[in-house]
């Protein structure tokens, strides 16, 4: 499982660790989180993340 980063502020998704306190469980690859997920730190939308 690939990690992805916010493009607007560098926030890093690491699938590993999902993103508990937004719903999205540890060991969720970033392609099955839901698309109206948006960045914890800056609120950018999931489209602005690239592959790290």
Do not use: H, L, R
Not at 20 to 29: F, L, S
Request: net charge negative; charged share 25%; proline share 12%.
């Amino acid at each position: 499982m690939e990690k992805y980063v916010c493009t607007v502020c560098g926030y890093e998704y690491d699938p590993v660790q999902g993103d508990p306190d937004n719903d999205v469980a540890p060991g969720t690859a970033f392609e099955k989180v839901s698309e109206d997920w948006v960045c914890p730190i800056c609120g950018a939308p999931k489209s602005q993340f690239d592959p790290a």
